[in-house]
């Protein structure tokens, strides 16, 4: 039997472990999740309740044996790990670097299913920064783990156009798909020594670092077209946001208005900054244009469109 050992954490990780869950049967009697690691319980919202990773709820509700070490190098954690003594570990979003000890236990190695179309967008955050940079399109690469950060060998890749209006969320969630479907192929190939890895060009890598919450403010300096392309990358975490009325205000859509040269609707000049009213829409001008808000979230409200805003917000303009 081949013994599998999943690790993953968020929820673009459940496709890839339900896809391998339901290859345990009648075609496929010979390989087994034995065993899942995700990271551990973390307080969330205001009450900073312990929630439990998606990765660990779907787990539990399979039947599989989980662990949450703090440091997958600890002790009592390769001790699981040994016991567990996988043939293939798959990692998909785990949110921890594998040590060599880690990645020499398995027979078959440990494969990553990355949300990349790798050297493009190593690192945390490459759905983003495919996002925030105006790619075409991006992908899936299903890679052979080494010590480095997403420098392994690939095994597959699989690519999708970027829709124009597509965030952070929507793109993780149809990547999450088209990476399980790479997985359950590229699978057996792997295991019968079908596949040849294909090193990296190095040369070609560009890097994705974590988010951080302040990364979210918009700077109305900028390009609009780059801050509209924030606020899609952003969505929904960390979220663009700007100051109004002393308060943060959030930006959940958005949408770029050019400034008009001559006659027609629009608007023919704004400076940046500035706030306006467009078409019963809140908006700013920023550099080449005008940012119209169409859902926003005002400091400790719902989320609301821009027309409802404004009649709570008589004083934007």
């Known amino acids: 039997m081949t013994k599998i050992v999943f690790m993953g954490s968020p929820e673009f990780a459940l496709p890839s472990l339900r896809a391998l869950h339901a290859r345990q049967g009648s075609q496929t009697p010979d390989e087994r999740v034995v065993g899942v690691v995700t990271q551990p319980d973390r307080a969330s919202g205001r009450g900073r309740e312990l929630k439990m990773p998606p990765v660990k709820t779907l787990a539990l509700e399979l039947g599989i044996p989980v662990m949450q ?61 495919a996002i925030l940079h105006g790619d075409e399109e991006t992908g899936v690469t299903i890679m052979q783990m080494d010590v480095g950060l997403d420098t392994g060998a690939m095994l597959a890749k699989r690519a999708m156009r970027l829709p124009p209006d597509g965030t952070a969320g929507s793109v993780t969630d ?52 780059e801050l509209e392309r924030q606020v899609r990358a952003f969505n929904p975490w960390p979220g663009a ?29 704004a400076s940046v900054g500035q706030r306006l009213i467009v078409a019963n829409q809140p908006a700013v001008g920023a550099r080449g244009g005008v940012l119209i808000l169409d859902e926003v979230q005002p400091a400790g409200k719902k989320s609301m469109n821009g027309k409802s805003f404004l009649a709570g917000a008589r004083h934007w303009a």
């Open 241 to 269: 946001f700007m100051e109004f009325d002393g308060a943060m205000l959030k930006i959940h859509r958005a949408h770029v208005s050019p400034l008009q040269q001559g006659e027609g609707v629009g608007v023919r000049a």
């Open 69 to 129: 070490p703090e440091k997958l190098r600890a002790p009592e954690a390769m001790e699981q790990l040994r016991a567990w003594s996988p043939d293939l570990i798959v990692v998909a979003a785990y949110g921890q670097i594998l040590k060599q000890a880690v990645l020499d236990l398995p027979r078959f190695g440990c494969l990553n299913v990355h949300a990349s179309l790798l050297p493009r967008w190593r690192g945390a955050a490459p759905i983003n920064a």
């Open 174 to 225: 149809a990547l999450s798909r088209l990476g399980a479907d790479l997985l359950i192929e590229t699978l057996p190939r792997w295991l019968a020594g079908e596949i040849k890895p294909e090193p990296q060009d190095d040369s070609l890598s560009t890097y994705a670092p974590m988010l951080k919450k302040e990364e979210g403010r918009l700077d109305f300096t900028r390009d609009v077209n």
